[in-house]
């Protein structure tokens, strides 16, 4: 009772609180998925999470679920990968076919759909909307274009800007506006420029510098990122919207940067140079770029080295490595903890009002009924996550 032990009392309440503080800053919990070499690329609303793992000597797509992980096999060939996946849990990636060709695939219902070229060889889908639409690449008799398919109607060739000759679709919002890069101009200088293809209309987004950018998703407010040339041998990722295209510089303010997705509220993932040419994952949000590892636990081990896609519940599929094994990961949010300066306030009110109590000859009631009383219980005594 504090009326007899206020010290030990006071004591017991700082190793109560003192987690709180010292995890203040801590905003994800990391899980890894799957075996050690695989690779995430999507994710969707509900946390579910598709990429790529080594299968023996091959390599193939995998879906993530609720902890479980399946194999999504192949066309036939012998690899695949995927890379977007919607709400309803559809699947889109590449896969090789039995004759050894890369075809663009649709993965429901637990089996994989070829969705066909654009009357060559070879296609690779990297992105689906909530409406069942594809975007991707895939050769035509007279080159690779990017392209547009649809349930129904199947593949559209989006053509090239002025004077290209190949062009590739990366993303696509749920309007069905399609976003990647294309060469564009004449040689011997062609340029390589991020692309959105609405209506029909395929519009040049520019670049930092001039020379390359190319762009990797599309939201729903029509806000575009990837990244793009920014001086010499350096690119930046990039935000682009109202027309105009914002570079968002890099975590040391050297070396390159560039942005994989964007979720509604308009949060940014991606990667960015560090010492060494090594990489970290980066969040952007509120007009600064974060280094994810600084949003995790250190005691965890990881080191983030690249985020991949984000949804609105804040969760990030990336990639990491942990004591010298890398895999595919899926960051999810915790709720926020008290500050260490709230935690400092509350327990000199804590301590204030035992010795009230001691005053007044009554013994003080035990920590965990007061906390109880404050309205902050158990749920502020275990992890961040609880």
């Keep these: 009772m504090f009326a007899r032990r206020p010290h030990q009392a006071v004591l017991s309440l700082i190793l109560l609180l003192a987690p709180l503080a010292a995890h203040a800053d801590i905003r994800y919990v990391v899980t890894p998925i799957g075996p050690a070499g695989s690779m995430a690329a999507g994710i969707n609303s509900s946390g579910q999470v598709v990429g790529s793992f080594t299968a023996g000597d091959t390599t193939h797509a995998f879906l993530y679920s609720g902890a479980r992980f399946v194999d999504l096999g192949t066309l036939g060939g012998t690899y695949s990968r995927a890379r977007g996946i919607n709400d309803a849990g559809a699947v889109v990636g590449a896969s090789a076919d039995a004759a050894d060709n890369t075809r663009a695939f649709v993965y429901a219902n637990g089996a994989m759909t070829d969705i066909g070229t654009l009357g060559g060889n070879n296609s690779s889908a990297a992105a689906i909307n909530n ?51 294309s060469l ?21 987004l520019g670049s930092l510098t001039g020379a390359f950018s190319v762009a990797q998703a599309i939201n729903d407010s029509g806000i575009v990122v990837g990244w793009s040339n920014a001086g ?45 040419k090594e990489t970290r994952a980066i969040l952007y949000e509120d007009g600064a770029m974060v280094d994810l590892d600084s ?34 990961l899926l960051l999810d949010a915790v709720s926020n903890v008290p500050e260490p300066r709230t935690d400092a306030m509350l327990l000199t009110g804590l301590v204030l009002l035992g010795l009230s109590l001691r005053g007044r000859g009554r013994p003080c009631p035990p920590a965990s009924q007061r906390l109880n009383e404050m309205g902050i219980g158990e749920a502020s005594s275990g992890s961040p996550g609880s």
């Design 131 to 181: 409406k069942g639409q594809v975007a991707g690449v895939a050769d035509g008799p007279d080159g690779s274009y990017a392209f547009l398919y649809s349930p129904g109607t199947g593949m559209l060739s989006l053509g090239t800007l002025p004077d290209g000759v190949f062009s590739r679709a990366e993303g696509i919002n749920n309007a069905g506006v399609a976003v990647g890069g």
């Design 184 to 204: 564009a101009g004449a040689t011997p200088l062609p340029q390589f420029h991020a692309f959105a293809y609405a209506s029909g209309v395929m519009t040049d």
């Design 232 to 276: 010499v041998n350096i690119d930046h990722a990039f935000v682009y919207a109202a027309g105009v295209m914002t570079d968002l510089g890099s975590l040391t303010g050297q070396g390159s940067s560039g942005a994989y997705d964007i979720n509604s509220t308009g949060q940014v993932v991606g990667w960015s140079e560090v010492a060494n």
């Design 295 to 328: 949003l995790v636990d250190p005691a965890s081990g990881w080191t983030i080295e690249s985020a991949f896609a984000i949804n609105d519940l804040q969760q990030i599929a990336a990639y990491g490595c942990n004591r010298g094994s890398c895999q595919a």
